[in-house]
């Protein structure tokens, strides 16, 4: 064995330990029968298991008919009550950035007039600043490719600088929470910064005007010369929007109710769900779908033919293609099964974004993507609902198109869903009951205890 280890390095001991953990830690799958245990929290028909009750979103994917037979429908997602499609709709008609209004809206349940909205632009504008040498004693001091890593230690480092970091009183944990909603975009654009200077690249650092939106300060703090035009701030914005919030049984707001519960305070809480959302079958998703674009441009010769790009998918579910996951990445949602409303909406601004950039050639290759990937999918595995793109499918395509780094993917989707964690630990908060505290049945065999000289 080394005598001075190299941090990350596994050694010979190390994968012998681990081997031996997979061999006795194997259950049967049989048990899951037998004890009636729902996988991932869903039956067999992928119906959520009902953990709780909540007002701040609703997601409808299937009418119930008169007799109670469930039947899929166009998906809708609603934030309070009001429909996503009208919420973002309708800040596009009055020529004005939507997501402050969508986190007023999350945060107190109605939507904001115009003098209630102006007052929580200034909100957010005040609070977002970081403590003196914040970036240069944190974010600099251990840049990190994985931003999403970065995000978390700046989270919790923040802990260190409030002097009411364990208050969780309704007024501490809302001025908490509005501060991380106003500076997670900072800190995630200069954990990017931070970690491209270590590159090699030059460093910017500019600091958020706050008269500007969320949308308009990330592409601000992000670019070189601070510039954007009217449309990408506008079609970056209602990706935010639309990622804001989903329901209270998603992974990382799942997680937020389940640490919530426990008492502890609104940075740990914050950075587990961070941790959660980090994983790729979550927030990072998007990221999937985009480097499976990128294999399949390099393989397909013609992206208009439609029997090559059929063969790639058939290829990709057939574990031939791409990372040989079986997967077509962007198709199939677990609550959602004939439309995801997100990714209906935000289609039709990809098209606009498309033009403006050049790239109409791609964006007809993601369409035909989504028309073939269902059909493809239905006809090649046992579905027990339907499949259509999701949201990542597009996502990751808006924001390559907007030219923002891989390494920012899912930091994006943490600084609009920030807005709906907060939400729903305020709503955890107010009717606490019992810690969330699940079963989980021993199936393990027991023994004896041996003394350490008889074994």
Known sequence: M????NYGEIIPEVRELAHDAKRRSRIDPKGYEKYDVKRGLRDL????????????SEIHAKDVLPDGTEVPCRGKLYYRGVDIEDLVQGSLAEGRFGFEETVYLLLQGRLPDPGQLEEFRRLLGYYRTLPNNFVRDVILKAPSGDVMNSLARSVLSLAS???????????????????????????????YQAYNYKEGNSLFIHTPDPN??????????LRPDAKYSYWEAHVLDVC?????????????????????????????????????????????????????FEDLKQHVGDWRDEDEVRAYLQALLGKKAFDRSGLIYGMGHAVYSVSDPRADL???????????????????LYSLVARLGPEIIAGERKMYKGVSANVDFYSGFVYHMLDLPLELF??????????????????????????????????????????????
């Open 2 to 5: 080394a005598s001075n280890p």
């Open 45 to 56: 028909n992928g119906k959520g298991v009902l953990a709780g009750l909540t007002q701040i």
């Open 161 to 191: 600088y409030d002097r009411k970091s364990d208050d969780i009183s309704l007024s501490n944990v809302m001025r908490q929470c509005l501060q991380l909603i106003a500076v997670f975009p900072l800190l995630s654009v200069y954990g």
């Open 212 to 221: 500007l939106s969320t949308a308009e300060n990330i592409l601000r703090l």
């Open 240 to 292: 935010l929007t639309l990622h804001a919030e989903h329901g209270g049984g998603n992974n990382s707001t799942f997680t937020t109710h389940v640490v919530t519960s426990s008492g502890t305070d609104t940075y740990s809480c914050m950075a587990a769900a961070l941790a959660s959302l980090k994983g790729p079958r979550h927030g990072g998703a998007n990221i999937k779908v985009v480097r499976m």
């Open 346 to 364: 935000l289609r039709s601004f990809v098209e606009k974004l498309s033009v403006e950039k050049g790239r109409e050639e791609e964006y007809q």
């Open 410 to 455: 899912t930091p994006l989707f943490a600084i609009a869903r920030v807005a709906g964690w907060s939400a729903h630990r305020m709503e955890e908060l107010i009717n606490m009951g019992k810690i969330i505290r699940p079963a989980y049945q021993y199936v393990g065999q027991r023994q004896e205890y041996q003394p350490l000289t008889q074994r």
